[in-house]
């Protein structure tokens, strides 16, 4: 889901819910305020939160991306949390979210923003569920959706953040 803000209402706490109940995860982007509080859904306790990373050297020196290169920085000091993404005690997981090709209208452009780190991490839980059959044919329930969840995480890797700002780390 990149979509985001406003206060929690019922009927998308409901859908985030029944989702989970019909055994699918639900990955939200954190919000683009420049980190403020986690945005809902993405704040949901039944949702993955994903902050945007970015990495020195991947976007050219004097581009608007350089600005997003702000402490804390990881292990490896290239990396770094965007300036402009949310964090908070909701944030699961990290992705990649600074200068990411993407189809523009007439071509492709680089753009930012938690919405290019969600579909990073849709990306590769899917791959890495793809290889879990057992979990896969489970019963579509709760049950399901937790153990989806709970192999995502097992996967993900510190990048040497806090978890306010990582969560559990990058698949």
Request: include cysteine.
């Amino acid at each position: 889901m990149s979509l985001g803000g406003g206060a929690p209402d019922a009927a998308t706490a409901a859908a985030i819910a029944d989702a989970r109940a019909q055994g699918v995860l639900v990955i939200a982007a954190a919000g683009n305020d420049g980190r403020e509080p986690v945005s809902y859904p993405g704040a949901d306790q039944l949702a993955i939160a994903v902050s945007a990373m970015g990495r020195k050297g991947t976007y050219p020196a004097g581009s608007t991306h350089a600005a997003e290169a702000m402490p804390p920085y990881g292990r490896d000091r290239r990396n770094f949390i965007a300036a402009f993404s949310n964090v908070g005690p909701e944030i699961d997981l990290t992705a990649p979210g600074v200068a990411i090709v993407s189809a523009w209208p007439g071509g492709y452009a680089a753009l930012d923003g938690t919405s290019m780190a969600c579909p990073a991490v849709t990306g590769a839980a899917a791959a890495l569920l793809a290889r879990k059959r057992g979990v896969l044919g489970m019963p579509r329930g709760q049950a399901r959706s937790d153990a989806m969840a709970k192999l995502v995480f097992a996967a993900a890797r510190s990048l040497g953040f806090t978890a306010e700002f990582e969560g559990r780390g990058m698949l």
